[in-house]
């Protein structure tokens, strides 16, 4: 085969000539290599920026998601209302109020999950597996 300078190409690098001499590298020197070169990257590398944002786990969600998780809270807070106002109704034989009280309760529940998810409520959204005051 010619090279693009017309002479044969044998296939061994000139750079290469000269490491024959050496052995290859162990593993455990390799590894050793490795976690050297990432000390100086993290040494290196910036701070990351505090989050800013007031909402907690807002910077993992997407909008979409968010507004997708909303209106699911309000809509079910709404549908659940109207069938404990049905089963009222039909059980105890109140009706209409029964329906329309616990519809507007199930509109009031939704509203109330919104603010408390959106952050505009004092309220805290705890997880439950974590204890404290």
């Known amino acids: 085969m010619l090279s693009p300078t017309g002479g044969a190409v044998s296939g061994n690098d000139p750079k290469d000539e000269g490491q024959g001499d050496r052995a290859a590298p162990t593993d455990s020197e390799l590894s050793a290599r490795l976690r050297r070169l990432e000390t100086q990257i993290d040494r290196k590398r910036p701070p990351a920026a505090p989050d800013l944002s007031p909402r907690p786990g807002s910077s993992d969600r997407s909008s979409l998601g968010q507004a997708m ?50 952050g505009f409520s004092g309220a805290k959204d705890r997880p439950k597996d974590r204890k404290g005051p």
């Open 69 to 118: 998780t909303l209106s699911t809270e309000f809509i079910a807070g709404v549908i659940a209302g109207g069938i404990l106002g049905w089963l009222c109704d039909h059980f105890l034989g109140t009706k209409p109020w029964g329906m329309i009280v616990f519809v507007l309760l199930g509109f009031v529940t939704g509203v109330y999950n919104i603010m408390r998810l959106s």
